[in-house]
């Protein structure tokens, strides 16, 4: 089993629709928890950290439930730029984190 | 913010010869450097975890005779690939933690992608 599940997609959404992302860990132990963003042939960036109370950043809200080992990334209203893969990112440590396959995500017009 | 680079940033090569890839923290001094390496459609695999001045950590799998780190300075670390083979093509990224940072304060390099021929 990966550490790491994502469900790989493809999201084939609409401008302007709501899109929710999950992914679930093996290691109980793990300490942190983010979300990055990888377009095509590039390198990933961190969209946004994930706190046990939830957090919001604009458009995107994440969500993390550790007793079902469970993360999540919400996407309102959205955008053709945010057509990307979605990595999600699980830390034991400092200096120890295991990535996800990604979930693709394509926004049409 | 804080800039990672990597050179070269795209390499094609024959089989058997070693190619060396550069990672640099231009604007912060990084105590620790990771090498990952993600094939198409796949995760990014942490590779190994280099801290300067000292020997790299090697994931389990992954060769250490074959992928030779040197983190030498608190700016530069350097990946060589050794007698690469087709199998080896991927694209390779390294990402760099400034000091006592969190996890979520590691930058990566716009990565290096490798063709062996």
């Known amino acids: 089993r990966k550490e790491v599940e994502q469900d790989p997609g493809p999201f084939n959404v609409p401008e302007g629709a709501t899109v929710a992302f999950n992914c679930t860990y093996s290691n109980s132990a793990s300490q942190s928890f983010f979300w990055y963003r990888q377009d095509c042939r590039k390198e990933p960036k961190l969209l946004m950290s994930v706190y046990s109370s939830g957090n919001e950043d604009g458009r995107f809200t994440a969500q993390l439930n550790r007793a079902s080992q469970y993360i999540s990334l919400l996407i309102r209203d959205s955008k053709l730029s945010d057509s990307a893969t979605y990595l999600c990112v699980v830390g034991r440590n400092n200096n120890d984190m295991r990535f996800g396959a990604g979930t693709r995500l394509t926004v049409k017009p | 913010g804080a800039v990672v680079s990597q050179h070269p940033s795209r390499v094609i090569c024959k089989s058997g010869t070693s190619v060396k890839i550069e990672c640099r923290s231009l604007?912060?001094?990084?105590?620790?450097m990771f090498w990952y390496r993600q094939f198409p459609k796949q995760s990014l695999m942490l590779m190994a975890t280099s801290n300067e001045g000292s020997k790299a950590t090697y994931e389990q799998g992954v060769e250490k005779d074959k992928f030779l780190i040197n983190h030498a300075s608190l700016t530069l670390s350097t990946l060589t690939v050794t007698s690469a083979h087709p199998e080896d093509s991927s694209f390779y990224i390294c990402s760099a933690k400034p000091g006592q940072g969190r996890a979520d304060t590691q930058y990566f390099g716009p990565g290096t992608r490798l063709t062996v021929l």
């Open positions: 604007d912060f001094q990084a105590t620790t």
